[in-house]
């Protein structure tokens, strides 16, 4: 076209590039989920949906939402469910929310979902035993869609992503760090962070404001994290540094995986990736020299090892470098910490922190619950509060006496699990169903090990959406029900650390205060309470909807089980 200029040309073949490959890739997709569904009998037959129950209507039933569309695939169908919800709720939940709406599907075990083009096909589980194959039985590797976002962040060099040989090097490398044993020795060290994070509670019970939870017990959790793999203090509570915490929430804020709605704004900023590779190089240069002065007094360090300390020595001794000086060491082993410290200040902070939140917002709406566990700190740590501290700090093993403080966080993670699992699958793997035998398909799904869903799920637990720690006391769940941290090989390295920090962190404030939540009458409410998992902006993982606000209180003098 005449006096067109030459970027409005190009840019419109973009434009029209563009929409051709969504068009392809959109025709693509349905054929493929179409084709799958025919060849392998998964077709949900919407006239017996709701059918009663019985080996008649368990054949008949097949393991796929009704309604399948050529142009929206299930979305229709997801979005019908996710519409009786709050707003905010976390994508986590979804495959909860279809077990809830078709209970004869979720009999079944698994539902395959057409979610593209805002996720990929989906294979999600609400069966522990289905879970457990690709998981335990057979560890699948961990899905492109979470790989492709945090490749930016740690090149794939952490315990979380990495695969293969290179995964069980670094995973025998750090495991002795995060042993039981030795995080138990550093809980001293802990409890020198927790104090300050206790300190600032009483403050604000003594201005008598309403703040977000989360936000400081996500800086706790950080400092504590630093304490166990550093050994000192990253300073993100007192304002010491002012730099790693801020650059860390930076680049999660970034980071996406999936492509619905409330991500666009992310998926569409063109900076987004040099801006994440900028982050992550201020990221490292922030650790590098923490990591590196310990490499250098590795051999000095007196009492409790770090987990880095303890990984020093590991690599060490593989390497037939023990006794020489720390910068003798192989480049790739800074390297690798350095990626693996992101990912644990990644993966812990605010999963630890979201977990809190719940507790105590359990806690409150229980008081026959906290009672109960305040007369459980009296007889196992004193009658007096205020020796508590000194008491754990001296026998730190007094945690692990702690049973029903314990039920109350495994009940807390099996209502409010982090997050499932996304694994890979392939054309020559195949999912076997544990009661019909059926073999299902795996080729072009991700693989989610719903751990919400499974949960609560009412086949394995009874009365699921209750809040009853005493469960735990005399346990008799199925032996693959619980999976908060995941189970199998890739289970997470930290949940030892993480069930430290939860019972150290509310041993010390739920005889001294009063964490009351503070939601607003108008907020919304899903299951019973105002705390859900909700997608908080700037966030990637599942957060207490708006940041759990709360007032504290100081707990008067007295009878501290009342």
């Given at each position: 076209?005449?006096?067109t200029?030459?970027?409005?040309?190009?840019?419109?073949?973009?434009?029209?590039?563009?929409?051709?490959?969504?068009?392809?890739k959109?025709?693509?997709?349905?054929?493929?989920?179409?084709?799958t569904?025919?060849?392998?009998?998964?077709?949900?037959n919407?006239?017996?949906?709701?059918?009663?129950?019985?080996?008649?209507?368990r054949?008949?039933?097949?393991?796929?939402?009704?309604?399948?569309s050529?142009?929206?695939?299930?979305?229709?169908?997801?979005?019908?469910?996710?519409?009786?919800?709050?707003?905010?709720?976390?994508?986590?939940?979804?495959p909860?929310?279809?077990?809830?709406d078709?209970?004869?599907?979720?009999?079944?075990?698994?539902?395959?979902?057409?979610?593209?083009?805002?996720?990929?096909?989906?294979?999600?589980t609400?069966h522990?035993?289905?879970?457990?194959?690709f998981?335990?039985?057979?560890?699948?590797?961990?899905?492109?869609?979470?790989?492709?976002?945090?490749?930016?962040?740690?090149?794939?060099?952490d315990?979380?992503?990495?695969e293969g040989?290179?995964?069980?090097?670094?995973?025998?490398?750090?495991?002795p760090g995060?042993?039981?044993?030795?995080?138990?020795?550093?809980?001293?060290?802990?409890?020198?962070?927790?104090?300050?994070w206790?300190?600032?509670?009483q403050k604000?019970?003594?201005?008598?404001?309403?703040?977000p939870?989360?936000?400081?017990?996500?800086?706790?959790?950080c400092?504590?994290?630093?304490?166990?793999?550093?050994?000192?203090?990253?300073?993100?509570?007192?304002?010491?540094?002012?730099?790693?915490?801020p650059?860390?929430?930076?680049a999660?804020?970034?980071?996406?995986?999936?492509?619905?709605?409330h991500?666009?704004?992310?998926?569409?900023?063109?900076?987004?990736?040099?801006?994440?590779?900028?982050?992550?190089?201020?990221?490292?240069?922030?650790?590098?020299?923490?990591?590196?002065?310990?490499?250098?007094?590795?051999?000095?360090q007196?009492?409790?090892?770090?987990?880095?300390?303890?990984?020093?020595?590991?690599?060490?001794?593989e390497?037939?470098?023990?006794?020489?000086?720390?910068g003798?060491?192989?480049?790739?082993?800074?390297?690798?910490?350095?990626?693996?410290?992101?990912?644990?200040?990644?993966a812990?902070?605010?999963?630890?922190?979201?977990?809190?939140?719940?507790?105590?917002?359990?806690?409150y709406?229980?008081?026959?619950?906290l009672?109960?566990?305040?007369?459980e700190?009296?007889?196992?740590?004193?009658?007096?509060?205020?020796?508590?501290?000194?008491?754990?700090?001296?026998?730190?093993?007094l945690?692990?006496?702690?049973?029903?403080?314990?039920?109350?966080?495994k009940?807390?993670?099996?209502l409010?699990p982090?997050?499932?699992?996304?694994?890979?699958?392939?054309?020559?793997?195949?999912?076997?169903?544990?009661?019909?035998?059926?073999?299902?398909?795996?080729?072009?799904?991700?693989?989610?090990?719903?751990?919400?869903?499974?949960h609560?799920?009412?086949?394995?637990?009874?009365?699921?959406?209750?809040?009853?720690?005493?469960?735990?006391?005399?346990?008799?769940?199925?032996?693959?029900?619980?999976?908060?941290?995941?189970?199998?090989?890739?289970?997470?390295?930290?949940?030892?650390?993480?069930?430290?920090?939860l019972?150290?962190?509310?041993?010390?404030?739920?005889?001294?205060?009063?964490i009351?939540?503070?939601y607003k009458?108008k907020?919304?409410?899903?299951?019973?309470?105002?705390?859900?998992?909700?997608?908080?902006p700037?966030?990637?993982?599942?957060?207490?909807?708006k940041?759990?606000p709360v007032?504290?209180?100081?707990?008067?003098?007295?009878?501290?089980?009342?």
């Amino acid at each position: 076209m005449p006096g067109t200029s030459p970027a409005l040309k190009w840019g419109g073949i973009f434009v029209l590039t563009s929409i051709l490959y969504f068009v392809f890739k959109l025709y693509q997709q349905r054929v493929f989920f179409r084709r799958t569904v025919k060849k392998y009998n998964l077709v949900s037959n919407q006239s017996v949906n709701r059918a009663p129950r019985s080996r008649v209507y368990r054949y008949f039933i097949q393991p796929t939402l009704p309604d399948h569309s050529w142009l929206l695939g299930n979305l229709i169908a997801v979005g019908k469910i996710m519409a009786k919800y709050p707003q905010d709720v976390h994508g986590q939940l979804m495959p909860d929310f279809v077990a809830r709406d078709y209970p004869e599907i979720a009999e079944l075990g698994i539902c395959y979902i057409d979610l593209w083009p805002i996720s990929w096909p989906m294979l999600a589980t609400f069966h522990p035993d289905i879970a457990a194959q690709f998981t335990q039985e057979t560890s699948r590797p961990k899905h492109e869609i979470i790989r492709g976002q945090f490749r930016p962040l740690t090149g794939l060099k952490d315990l979380v992503l990495s695969e293969g040989a290179f995964w069980k090097k670094w995973r025998a490398t750090f495991n002795p760090g995060f042993s039981t044993q030795n995080i138990t020795a550093l809980v001293p060290e802990f409890i020198e962070e927790a104090l300050i994070w206790k300190k600032y509670l009483q403050k604000i019970a003594e201005d008598g404001c309403v703040v977000p939870l989360e936000d400081c017990v996500m800086k706790a959790t950080c400092d504590i994290i630093g304490r166990s793999v550093l050994g000192v203090s990253l300073g993100i509570q007192t304002g010491v540094d002012d730099k790693i915490f801020p650059t860390l929430k930076s680049a999660i804020s970034l980071l996406v995986t999936d492509w619905s709605p409330h991500q666009w704004g992310r998926l569409l900023n063109p900076f987004r990736h040099s801006r994440l590779s900028s982050l992550n190089r201020q990221l490292r240069s922030q650790l590098q020299p923490l990591i590196e002065a310990q490499l250098q007094h590795h051999e000095r360090q007196e009492g409790p090892k770090t987990v880095n300390g303890l990984a020093i020595r590991t690599y060490m001794k593989e390497h037939g470098l023990e006794g020489t000086s720390g910068g003798t060491i192989d480049p790739e082993f800074l390297d690798v910490t350095i990626e693996n410290l992101k990912i644990f200040l990644f993966a812990g902070h605010d999963t630890t922190a979201s977990t809190l939140c719940f507790a105590y917002n359990y806690l409150y709406q229980h008081p026959n619950v906290l009672a109960k566990l305040r007369l459980e700190h009296d007889t196992v740590l004193g009658a007096d509060p205020s020796d508590a501290t000194r008491r754990i700090s001296e026998t730190p093993t007094l945690l692990n006496q702690l049973s029903y403080t314990t039920a109350i966080i495994k009940e807390t993670l099996r209502l409010e699990p982090p997050i499932g699992s996304c694994r890979e699958g392939s054309p020559t793997f195949f999912l076997r169903h544990p009661e019909t035998g059926q073999q299902l398909p795996t080729d072009g799904f991700i693989l989610f090990s719903a751990s919400k869903a499974i949960h609560r799920n009412p086949k394995f637990w009874s009365e699921p959406d209750k809040f009853i720690p005493e469960r735990w006391l005399d346990p008799v769940a199925h032996k693959n029900a619980f999976r908060p941290f995941e189970l199998g090989p890739r289970g997470c390295i930290g949940q030892e650390l993480a069930l430290t920090e939860l019972r150290l962190l509310l041993a010390m404030t739920v005889r001294e205060l009063d964490i009351v939540p503070a939601y607003k009458e108008k907020d919304e409410v899903l299951l019973g309470y105002q705390a859900y998992q909700a997608q908080m902006p700037g966030e990637l993982t599942a957060h207490p909807s708006k940041g759990m606000p709360v007032m504290v209180r100081i707990k008067k003098a007295g009878n501290s089980n009342e």
